[in-house]
């Protein structure tokens, strides 16, 4: 039976099995856009103070895609001293260019007009972040990756996606193709968890 039919309206399963895949397992096969829109749609149902909407979607594709892994990949050798540099970091980089289909930029917002303390935006935009992962379920072959690394904390990349001064970049949600989802886990039990 198609996992998708497993999960069908059973929220538990839908939480207990979302797993991330990583970008090497993807298989280069672009996802339809209406994913895409998905994921975004009900990343904005997700609790925020004050419905203030602390989250902002920079959709990259194609060449976007090719174009900011070239700025990652600049920004890592800028920023990491040479002998600290890999050339496994190129490759995969290099590699990545065919396998991803969509990237989503993940942006927080401070007003410092409202209400809500900052605290609270990056934990309604997390929030959106899970709704994306979850969403996922329904779809038997589409899968993602949320990374806080290639450049998310540099003032490079920072710049390089024309964000303010108010806006905070938490990485980047990877998203594609793969052939079949994984669901095992070796997580532990909750109640080692329970004060």
Known sequence: ???????????NKIIQ??????????????????IIQTLVQNAHWAPNHTLNYPWRFKILEGQQIINWLDKALEIYKIETPIELQKESKTQKLTHFKTKISHVIAIVCVQENAVKSKAIENICAVACGIQN?????????????????????????MHSYLNLTENQQLMGFFILGEIENKRTESNRKSYSDFLL
């Open 1 to 11: 039976m198609q996992l998708s039919k497993i999960m069908e309206n059973n929220i």
């Open 132 to 156: 994306m992962y979850l969403s996922l379920s329904q779809f038997e072959n589409a899968v993602g990756y949320w990374s806080t690394g290639l450049g998310t904390y540099s003032k490079h």
């Open 17 to 34: 099995f979302r797993r991330s895949h990583y970008p090497s397992e993807f298989s280069g096969k672009i996802l339809d856009n209406s």
